[in-house]
């Protein structure tokens, strides 16, 4: 790549501060609420890892059908290294016991190859045409998938739809049922809080705005047959939400999720909810039986251990830090105190870093 722009850094930098900031008020709020609100019921935190699964499936086992990992991905020094750990872990979890992943693609949105193509499976598809994401790059993700779809042959009947900060802490199965795709529900993501916004895109005639699953693409778990339905009406509702300043507005930085959600249930597919899918640091704690841990999230303690989120701490593991290229092998660990979740994640980085050959020079 070429220089990057000073200016374009510290735009960059205020976008993340902003998600991030209103990223903290929302957890601070499902943190003390201390519970899951699930069809309106209180119902305190769960012990079961499956919710709202369609009782006709409530008593199947989980596919023995493998599925495709599918990571979309940019050629940014940011992404780069984010996905080179990614593979890392899959390439170690893979043929566990437990494991139903099959073979793994990047896909690549930025419409030339880049240095990764020999060390992970890759294609290349187009970008946008220029102006049309609106600055919002996420946007790139269904139609990439819209054109994977149409130019590869994959072999397995499902896929994983995976992003370059997921990291394998366990072999993952396939959690999917037949038609029920496998999703995590995310806390902040409320069709039902959005009605009026969400039925400029689901109308009443398709049904309740409880139809709209709380999910975004990733992770989910999903037949390459009704993927390749519903990737086309994905691409064209979150086009459609860019283009609406009220939904825009609304949705932010989260808008591709919710279209997501909306396309899926245009298509009448609903998901099986995992919470067990995916943990987040620092708010999860334990790694447990979960499968993804996603550091979307900055990790900043003090030396006692304790959580300084919103201000930098006196240890600290942002994945924002490293914007510009990787982070270096060997990051110091947490202090005493810090949750095993955050423990973990760094030394599974630190493992990956280093057995990835040339692992400085991205």
Known sequence: MGQISPIFLVLLVLGFFFATYNLVTMIIHYRSSGSWIVDDINIGLLTDPVIEMPENVKHLKTSKSKYHVALTATDAPYSRWQCRIMYYWYKKKKDLPGSGMGGFTRILHSGNPDNLMDEIPTVVVNPLPAGLDQGYIVLNRPWAFVQWLEKETIEEEYVLMAEPDHVFVNPLPNLAHGGYPAGFPFFYIKPDEHEKV???????????VTNVDPIGNSPVIIQKDLLEKIAPTWMNISLKMKKDPETDKAFGWVLEMYAYAVASALHGVQHILRKDFMLQPPWDLEIGNKFIIHYTYGCDYNLKGELTYGKIGEWRFDKRSYLRGPPPRNLPLPPPGVPESVVTLVKMV????????NWEKQ
């Not at 969400?198 to 309740?208: A, D, Q, T, V």
């Open 198 to 208: 969400i039925r400029k895109f689901y109308p009443e005639e398709n049904g309740p």
């Open 350 to 357: 630190n493992e990956a870093t280093a057995n990835i050959l």
